[in-house]
């Protein structure tokens, strides 16, 4: 089919689909869209939490909570203004923590960029009441090391640990010194979260790390099991977070199809790791021919008892984009089938893939939905797709919030699972029949 096609195209997809057009497979519905408005137009949306019948969408100016009770038909209870990239969100209890990894003039949600040369330029997590969830109050902020770019819930009994993810480290940034081979471990007690702080700042790479390690950039905990993957630049690691404010990397492994170590997650039953590979830094046409199925992908490893990774295969979208399409692997997250390893994910302008890992070896697309190239080409497509109580849902960087629904007979006991809260990257133990 040319790329003259109008509408909605079934099983049509990559270089096959014009300007906006929608592709699918047989199995999605796409069920609803809500774009960006007001000041948040033209920002880009980011990261995803879900709390109850809310979503909780970061942007990078600010997050906004949506009603999902109906998925068909979102409804927006609060729009936040609060710039800063990157608002990496996660939601516990009356708490939305929000990540800032550009350098600012203050920490207020009035703050201007400013130089991370200047040392009174200000990053790190910021703290919001959202009991009521249509008023929102910006309570506390924490600054950390190199700001952050993604953060970690670790729940505790008393406490809730976020484990910051930051990078970029140079000589002229008075906060943000190399070596910055470690995280920041801010600590918010639940009796008293404005007394939040950085508790500790452990060095996870005490030699240094595989050349080009400087931080992570994502970690994903398993409480669990205490154990979290992270993904830290030119490492792949695994963690003891038994003692949560002294997580212990017990295992590291290399790559070197892989250029920039991104996110992590693990299958149910914690027995296996999906590394993704951000070659290009997001920015990049990496979806073709000529980039090959083994870099800007997955990578699937097998974890023992004991924690020791085994890599098996790759798994890459078998749809090639056009040239002016940023693609490459990005945030997902597990379908809680019994029995099965499938996961949805998000490939920016590759779109939403939906794919099985049950054999290790032998990943393969299930469905997908994807949109054609933005015209004019510019950045964007979904940044993150979740699976939460029945709906995928994915937070688009141009084009804003979508839901989805999957129509795969074999997968409708998912439905079953019900979550009171999720954030990716804290996994929980699915209660799946």
Not at 105 to 119: F, H, N, V
Not at 190 to 206: C, M
Request: hydrophobic share 30%.
């Amino acid at each position: 089919m040319g790329a003259a096609s109008a509408g909605d195209g079934l099983n049509v997809s990559g270089t096959d689909l014009a300007p906006d057009q929608i592709g699918y497979s047989k199995n999605i519905k796409h069920l609803s869209n809500t774009p960006h408005v007001g000041p948040f137009a033209g920002q880009f949306g980011t990261d995803l939490a879900f709390q109850g019948d809310r979503a909780y969408v970061g942007n990078y100016q600010g997050f906004i909570i949506y009603d999902i009770s109906n998925p068909s038909s979102p409804r927006t209870l609060a729009q936040v203004n609060c710039p800063g990239s990157q608002n990496d969100i996660s939601v516990r209890g009356d708490l939305v923590y929000l990540s800032t990894d550009s350098s600012r003039s203050d920490d207020s949600c009035e703050s201007t960029g400013q130089p991370a040369t200047i040392k009174e330029s200000w990053e790190g997590i910021k703290i919001f009441d959202v009991s009521d969830v249509t008023k929102p109050k910006y309570i506390k902020s924490v600054e950390t090391k190199c700001g952050s770019h993604t953060h970690t819930v670790v729940p505790g009994e008393s406490a809730d640990y976020l484990y910051v993810s930051s990078y970029g480290p140079r000589d002229s940034f008075p906060d943000c010194q190399a070596p910055h081979d470690l995280i920041s471990i801010v600590k918010v007690p639940h009796a008293a979260p404005t007394s939040a702080t950085v508790v500790e700042t452990p060095v996870l790479f005490p030699d240094g790390g595989n050349s080009g390690t400087a931080g992570c950039h994502d970690i994903t905990a398993y409480p669990s099991k205490k154990i979290a993957a992270g993904a830290c630049m030119g490492d792949g690691v695994i963690m003891d977070i038994s003692d949560p404010e002294d997580p212990k990397v017990v295992e590291t492994v290399r790559d070197t199809n892989f250029a920039f170590w991104h996110s992590a997650t693990f299958n149910s039953d914690g027995t296996k790791v999906v590394f993704t590979d951000e070659l290009g830094g997001g920015a990049g046409a990496t979806c073709d021919a000529a980039t090959g199925p083994n870099r800007g992908a997955n990578a699937i490893y097998d974890l023992s008892a004991g924690n020791d990774l085994t890599f098996k295969s790759y798994y890459k979208i078998p749809r090639h984009q056009n040239t002016t399409e940023n693609c490459v692997a990005h945030n997902g997250s597990i379908i809680p089938v019994k029995g099965r390893d499938v996961m949805v994910q998000s490939w920016y302008q590759g779109g939403v893939s939906l794919w099985e890992f049950t054999d290790s070896t032998s990943p393969k697309e299930l469905d997908y939905f994807e949109r054609g190239p933005l015209s004019p080409s510019n950045l964007g497509g979904t940044w993150s797709a979740y699976y939460y109580n029945g709906f995928v849902y994915s937070s688009d960087i141009q084009k804003g919030f979508d839901v989805l629904m999957l129509k795969d007979p074999t997968l409708r006991k998912a439905n079953s699972v019900r979550l009171k809260e999720f954030n990716a990257q804290t996994q929980p133990v699915y209660p799946i029949r």
